[in-house]
């Protein structure tokens, strides 16, 4: 089909609303609806309204649907991501401080810049060039400390990746060689190191969806982290599980914190949240029959 130029012009938000009535939505608050077109927008509210349609072609709401049922599932979208951004934030750190250690006290402070200890010496360049960026923008007093009394290019590891992205971390990792060192790192959160690669990427994924208020709870991920075959804890049973839903990224969260933090509430904090929002599918989060009876849901 070819392409064409796009022509449609911006609505008020009196325009968006009769719209959306045109449609078949029920607005049963109209002064409340205008609020939240004019506070959150009609472009990012409309993917939550999408699971109310009843034709994606025609845009035509099912019978009953209601402006307040799209803002509850934006409301528990919400509060779901800012629930994983603060178990993602306790992984991150652990996998820094674990990293840091492990390879710091085998290959020295400066392991990251040694070009022989990575597989890809292009993108291990570019890895580094990330990293004196981030190096030469941190404000932390630390750094400050470190730039008036040392004239390396950059701070020993425990410094440097205390200010760096977790993209620069992860591709670190993943540029590894094959080590020991690499392999026990991975095995210390109960994976091989290839599976925990790429679990490293799928945090970084799932972190900026979360960072940047991207829809979480019905998303196909992009990114799809590798399922693992001989974890060293207790992982999901179903061998048919989906590796590009939101279950699967809460699966690797549980995962993750039974090393991270074992007396974690993640499991407490999610089951109230689907009990305040009871209207939410769980299957279109990739939630698959027997999942309750998982011994890592458990």
Partial sequence: MSKVPYRKPALTYQDQLNRLKGRGLIVHDDVKALHLLAQVSYYRL??????LLDNKQTHRFKPGAT???????????????????????????????????????????????DTTLFTDTASHTRTISSLMAE???????????????????????????E???????????KNLNTTIEKRQIASYFGLDDG???????????LRNVCAHHSRLWNRVMSIQPRI???????????????NNRTYFALSMILFLLSTVNPNHRFLQKLSALFHNYPEVDKNAMGFEAGWDNEPLWQ
């Avoid at 049922?69 to 991501?81: A, H, V």
């Avoid at 599976?195 to 994924?205: D, E, G, N, P, Q």
Wanted: net charge positive.
């Fill in 163 to 173: 200010v760096a992205s977790f993209g620069s971390l992860s591709m670190l990792y």
């Fill in 228 to 242: 693992p075959k001989n974890p060293r804890k207790p992982w999901l049973i179903n061998p048919l599980v989906s």
């Fill in 67 to 113: 402006f307040e049922t799209g803002f509850r599932l934006y409301c528990f979208d919400r509060e779901l991501r800012k629930l994983v951004l603060a178990e993602l934030e306790k992984i991150e750190v652990a996998i820094r401080a674990h990293m840091i250690y492990v390879l710091s006290h085998r290959f020295g402070p400066f392991w990251f810049t």
């Fill in 195 to 205: 599976t925990f690669a790429s679990w490293l990427h799928c945090i970084v994924y």
């Fill in 135 to 161: 190096y030469s923008r941190s404000d932390e007093e630390f750094i400050r400390a470190f730039r008036q009394k040392y004239n390396d290019p950059l701070p020993p590891s425990w410094m440097m990746l």
């Fill in 46 to 51: 409309s993917g939550y309204w999408y699971p």
